[in-house]
């Protein structure tokens, strides 16, 4: 059908208006009425060289058939509603497969994760994915949402019949279905990244526990090794020929006390004192504060 034809069913200036949305690029999907006909827009996803990808198709309806825009021209579809629907759905089914490769790829995201085996480009990919699955989100509640006008209009204009009816029923709950997995997926990535998230926090943490009972250790010993280094007078030691040695011995009890000296206290406590002890608040009093401090310094 040429546009000359279309300009016969709809009129001159409805037929300008038709050629002047045509003439654009990268339309949305949408529906709507031109006269007593249709314009439907379908945005349709597709996979290709790794990436996805979107294109749009336009049909033109009118009461006897379905056409197809191609080129300059509209080329005829289907006859048929139903006919125009089971289209539809094989490219609904290229949409679930599209989705299903994804899925498999979150999948594995989540099993490395697990087994805490995430590698340093894991961010990068979980963002790939969720840039995706936002696309395809977009893009499929757009359908969803336009499909339920269609419905509504084509009742209204008592254009359905049983059958097309159930055909169109069909397809919407197939299109709502996939736009809640794909809602459902976007979840999984956020909490995939909120664990991730967790993980870090909690190995950035025991890094700066770690450092800092490192500095509580040496503090003790750069004070002792900060005096004797002071150049003054009558400093400790001085006139001592074996003094170095003592200092050394000084700094190897500071740190066999900070490693063994909860060890210590505790045969004393278990051979000694707990005998002696053991049955007054004041010794249950020291010992829970004992048990705290060696909780928090424990490696």
């Not at 654009?24 to 827009?41: A, E, H, M, S």
């Not at 599209?98 to 994760?113: G, N, Q, S, V």
């Given at each position: 059908?040429?546009?000359?034809?279309?300009?016969?069913?709809?009129?001159?200036?409805?037929?300008?208006?038709?050629?002047?949305?045509?003439?654009?690029?990268?339309?949305?999907?949408?529906?709507?009425?031109?006269?007593?006909?249709?314009?439907?827009?379908?945005?349709?996803?597709?996979?290709?060289?790794?990436?996805?990808?979107?294109?749009?198709?336009?049909?033109?309806?009118?009461?006897?058939?379905?056409?197809?825009?191609?080129?300059?021209?509209?080329?005829?579809?289907?006859?048929?509603?139903?006919?125009?629907?089971?289209?539809?759905?094989?490219?609904?089914?290229?949409?679930?497969?599209?989705?299903?490769?994804?899925?498999?790829?979150?999948?594995?995201?989540?099993?490395?994760?697990?087994?805490?085996?995430?590698?340093?480009?894991?961010?990068?990919?979980?963002f790939d994915l969720k840039k995706v699955m936002t696309r395809m989100e977009r893009f499929l509640g757009r359908q969803n949402f336009v499909f339920k006008d269609i419905v509504k209009i084509l009742e209204s204009d008592k254009k359905l019949t049983p059958d097309s009816r159930e055909y169109f029923q069909n397809f919407a709950a197939d299109l709502s279905y996939l736009h809640h997995s794909?809602?459902?997926?976007?979840?999984?990535?956020?909490?995939?990244?909120?664990?991730?998230?967790?993980?870090?926090?909690?190995?950035?943490?025991?890094?700066?526990?770690?450092?800092?009972?490192?500095?509580?250790?040496?503090?003790?010993?750069?004070?002792?090794?900060?005096?004797?280094?002071?150049?003054?007078?009558?400093?400790?030691?001085?006139?001592?020929?074996?003094?170095?040695?003592?200092?050394?011995?000084?700094?190897?009890?500071?740190?066999?006390?900070?490693?063994?000296?909860?060890?210590?206290?505790?045969?004393?406590?278990?051979?000694?004192?707990?005998?002696?002890?053991?049955?007054?608040?004041?010794?249950?009093?020291?010992?829970?504060?004992?048990?705290?401090?060696?909780?928090?310094?424990?490696?």
């Amino acid at each position: 059908m040429e546009w000359s034809e279309v300009k016969d069913i709809i009129g001159e200036e409805r037929c300008q208006e038709l050629r002047d949305e045509l003439n654009q690029t990268d339309l949305p999907t949408q529906f709507y009425r031109l006269g007593n006909c249709y314009v439907f827009i379908f945005r349709n996803l597709y996979h290709y060289e790794h990436q996805l990808r979107a294109h749009s198709e336009i049909f033109f309806t009118t009461d006897d058939a379905v056409y197809k825009y191609s080129d300059t021209s509209f080329e005829k579809y289907c006859d048929t509603w139903e006919q125009f629907i089971n289209h539809l759905f094989s490219r609904l089914e290229k949409s679930k497969e599209i989705l299903l490769a994804y899925i498999e790829e979150i999948e594995r995201l989540e099993d490395t994760l697990f087994e805490r085996k995430a590698h340093t480009g894991f961010l990068n990919d979980w963002f790939d994915l969720k840039k995706v699955m936002t696309r395809m989100e977009r893009f499929l509640g757009r359908q969803n949402f336009v499909f339920k006008d269609i419905v509504k209009i084509l009742e209204s204009d008592k254009k359905l019949t049983p059958d097309s009816r159930e055909y169109f029923q069909n397809f919407a709950a197939d299109l709502s279905y996939l736009h809640h997995s794909t809602q459902g997926t976007l979840s999984r990535l956020d909490n995939i990244h909120n664990f991730f998230s967790s993980l870090k926090d909690e190995k950035i943490n025991k890094n700066i526990y770690f450092l800092t009972v490192l500095s509580g250790l040496f503090l003790p010993l750069n004070l002792i090794v900060g005096f004797f280094g002071m150049n003054t007078q009558g400093l400790l030691f001085a006139d001592n020929p074996n003094g170095t040695i003592v200092v050394i011995k000084i700094l190897i009890g500071i740190v066999l006390f900070v490693f063994l000296g909860f060890n210590v206290l505790r045969l004393i406590d278990k051979v000694f004192v707990r005998w002696w002890l053991g049955k007054t608040k004041f010794y249950q009093r020291m010992s829970q504060r004992l048990e705290t401090i060696e909780n928090r310094w424990r490696f």
